[in-house]
């Protein structure tokens, strides 16, 4: 997995590790912002890393996790709900999309490192 963002650094190696969630399935208009975490990826290869404020701070390593086949289901499973039940099943595919980015997280933080995630919809519309 190495320069998946365009720089020389493995998740193992990296200090910020980036988490792609492809999700868009509660977006209130229109639809493609599961698409954004890849179309990220493509463009992060062209990005000038200079920075005159901080210098170089990729330095220290940035990685993003690969995008989950799993989680690209299950927001096509959310988009595709119907009927009387539908706000129910979103909230537990949004539970379960929640469970997952923490773990994600939580395995990445207690290695020490900065975590982020990409994501362009809320997982959960209600409670």
């Not at 709900?81 to 933080?109: F, H």
């Amino acid at each position: 997995m190495r320069e998946s963002t365009g720089l020389p650094h493995t998740p193992e190696e990296a200090g910020v590790i980036l988490i792609p969630v492809p999700w868009d399935a509660t977006a209130s208009y229109g639809k493609g912002a599961a698409l954004g975490p890849e179309s990220i990826l493509r463009a992060s290869r062209q990005v000038d890393l200079f920075d005159r404020e901080t210098g170089r701070p990729y330095e220290g390593g940035v990685a993003m996790l690969p995008i989950s086949r799993e989680v690209q289901a299950w927001n096509e499973e959310a988009r595709s709900l119907t009927g009387e039940n539908r706000a129910r099943d979103m909230n537990a595919l949004g539970d379960r999309l929640n469970d997952w980015v923490a773990a994600r997280a939580g395995e990445w933080l207690e290695r020490g490192r900065l975590v982020a995630w990409w994501a362009a919809s809320t997982p959960r519309p209600s409670a």
